[in-house]
């Protein structure tokens, strides 16, 4: 039974750092691809930041480059993400996902993805 279990969200100032975390269980983190998602009040689900282990790339949306760095924690088989310069619209529930491939195209869409988990809520003021 695979679990996804996202923390490290909070209610943070514009210009702050944010490190969030998903824990996996019943899933090896380095051997499938994974992404962030987040999604704002009235807005669709966005795939921010992937993993493609079978290309050993990460993917950014252009809004988040240079801010976002996607990496994963193999020994705690923990998916990692690194926030900074954080700004009001990043303010958003962030979600973690998982897939059963090493390789998804497009790493964006949520379909690629077949576990989630429940999301850490990021605010920023």
């Known amino acids: 039974h695979v679990q996804l279990v996202e923390s490290g969200g909070g209610l943070v100032q514009a210009g702050e750092s944010l490190r969030l975390s998903c824990k996996t269980s019943g899933y090896t983190a380095g051997r499938y691809c994974m992404g962030w998602f987040r999604q704002a009040p009235g807005k669709e689900r966005e795939g921010v930041a992937g993993f493609d282990v079978g290309r050993r790339t990460p993917y950014y949306v252009d809004s988040v480059k240079g801010r976002f760095t996607i990496s994963q924690d193999h020994a705690r088989n923990t998916l990692i993400l690194e926030i900074d310069s954080l700004a009001p619209e990043d303010t958003a529930m962030y979600y973690c996902?998982?897939?059963?491939?090493?390789?998804?195209?497009?790493?964006?869409?949520?379909?690629?993805?077949?576990?989630w988990g429940q999301g850490t809520q990021v605010t920023v003021s």
């Open positions: 996902a998982a897939s059963r491939r090493s390789t998804v195209s497009p790493w964006s869409f949520s379909v690629s993805y077949d576990y």
